[in-house]
């Protein structure tokens, strides 16, 4: 069964930081795309909530972004068909998307690279593990390892985030 979930980082410790699970809705299934797509509509929907009129939209999306920025003229003028004459996946999120960007009087999308260490980037990551990984779902994937690999598995984490935390001392 695929799980996602959703971090959105307007801050550190900012207390509108967004950590959600995704429900399938029943057009797409779950899937990274989905989720960045989802991410930015909810971060626009907040952003617009709280009244602000110029957005700059990090992801470490390349699918997202590349599309936002580029991809989407050309699909609106080929009718939202892709260039093998296909129907484009995700047509509504994008849609959404173009609509609520014309109620702000700027949008910018940029890219971050995941593989770097953007401190904000960290951070929705987290809060996108934190909305999937609940005690119920750790507890059903433990529940299937052996001893060994849950030792393993510990000292992995364990690892990950200590090799975070002195990238951030830095």
Not at 72 to 82: G, T, Y
């Amino acid at each position: 069964d695929a799980v996602a979930g959703i971090g959105i980082c307007f801050a550190p410790d900012c207390t509108k930081n967004i950590s959600q699970k995704l429900e399938l809705d029943g057009e797409f299934s779950l899937s990274n795309n989905y989720a960045e797509l989802k991410a930015i509509i909810v971060a626009l929907e907040t952003m617009l909530r709280n009244h602000f009129k110029k957005v700059k939209c990090f992801s470490d999306s390349n699918y997202a972004i590349k599309a936002l920025n580029y991809t989407v003229k050309r699909w609106q003028q080929n009718n939202w068909l892709n260039s093998r004459k296909k129907p484009v996946h995700h047509k509504t999120l994008f849609k959404k998307i173009l609509n609520l960007v014309k109620k702000f009087t700027s949008v910018q999308f940029i890219h971050v690279y995941a593989r770097k260490i953007e401190y904000t980037n960290v951070i929705a990551d987290q809060l996108a593990k934190k909305a999937v990984y609940t005690v119920d779902h750790m507890k059903s994937k433990v529940d299937s390892m052996t001893p060994e690999q849950i030792i393993e598995n510990y000292i992995r984490e364990r690892r990950r985030l200590q090799r975070i935390e002195e990238e951030y001392k830095y």
